[in-house]
């Protein structure tokens, strides 16, 4: 039996997780990039994220002082009837005050114009959390995915509507397109970044794919050819650009770039861009219907 309870639990659970735990696939391509830098500033800050990340497991403390917004994907099964969408709401918001208060995590939540904590410092307010959901067949109960989010590498988002062109046309406009959001970040997002890519849809949901795109683990490319061949170039380019860990200097700009697409309207070319900064928090369970969960 899947209750209010149990989703605030396990919340609770996933969120401490993704604040103190960097995924194995980023930890992975940390060291990767500590190993291959030849710049001393840029090993230094690799050296000191890793170290970070080595006393944020131990000591059970988030990895970085801005401890993010409260973001949440939940994936549901389809005709799945014994989920209430109300306990799943109550219980991630819930989840969420509890979290705050006994990892604990920052204050982040604010009004956008009074910049007041409406909701105390609970870190939830006016639609937020904020909750992405998902139907899928064949899941059994349903999955929540943590993703505080920070705030320096949110601030650089990148979003155009650019002029719809053909083929390798469009290939570089949208590479230039990205190429420049990177630039005008530079050292903000705190770099070494993962990159997500939005192309097609509708303006809205060119962002969201850019934010889905931060999910998928480093390394693990786009299924269509080409998408994973302009991946390969474009994080080819970032990284050519020196920017390097936190803006530093360095060939490490980028751990990875995943691009995301959708098809679009004849007359538009959305690109969004969505960074992730080195804590690349998220942490995940699914609960199955019978009240089981399994974290994954
Ligand atoms: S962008 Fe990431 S690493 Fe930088 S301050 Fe924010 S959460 Fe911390």
């Known amino acids: 039996m899947i209750t209010k309870e149990l989703i605030k639990k396990v919340t ?12 194995s696939d980023v930890k992975e391509a940390l060291v990767r990039a500590y190993e291959c830098e ?9 050296e000191a994220m890793l170290e970070n990340v080595k006393l944020g497991e131990t000591m059970q403390r988030p ?7 409260p973001l949440f994907y939940v994936t549901l099964g389809s005709g799945n009837g014994n989920v209430n969408l109300n306990d799943i709401e109550s219980g991630i918001r819930e989840g969420v005050k509890e979290a705050t208060e006994i990892i604990p995590l920052r204050p982040n939540v604010v009004d956008a114009i009074t910049r007041e904590r409406e909701g105390g410092e609970a870190n939830v307010g006016d639609r937020m959390p904020y909750i992405d959901y998902k139907i899928e067949t064949g899941i059994d109960g349903l999955e929540i995915t943590a993703f ?4 320096g590498s949110e601030n650089v988002s990148a979003f155009a509507m650019l002029a719809p062109k053909l083929g390798a046309e469009a290939e570089k406009e949208i590479k230039k397109f990205v ?3 990177v630039l005008n970040a530079a050292g903000k997002p705190c770099p070494p970044t993962i990159i997500g890519v939005g192309i097609g849809g509708s303006a809205d949901m060119a962002m969201r794919l850019a934010k889905a795109a931060l999910l998928r683990p480093v ?6 050819a080409r ?4 991946e390969e170039e474009l994080l080819e380019a970032v990284n ?8 530093l200097g360095g060939k490490t700009t980028a751990l990875d770039l995943h691009i995301e697409t959708a098809a679009t309207h004849i007359t538009s070319l959305p690109v969004a861009i969505n960074f992730q900064c080195w804590a690349a928090r998220k942490a995940a369970a699914k609960i199955y219907s019978s009240g089981s969960v399994e974290y994954l």
């Open 219 to 224: 390394c693990v490319r786009n299924k269509n």
């Open 148 to 151: 505080p989010k920070g705030g």
């Open 12 to 23: 609770v659970n996933i969120l401490r997780r993704a604040e103190t735990t960097l995924p």
């Open 63 to 69: 990895l970085c002082q801005d401890t993010g917004i």
């Open 38 to 46: 030849e710049n001393e500033i840029a090993k230094v800050q690799l």
């Open 227 to 230: 998408i994973a061949r302009i």
């Open 240 to 247: 050519n650009t020196g920017i390097g860990p936190m803006g």
């Open 179 to 181: 190429l420049e959001a």
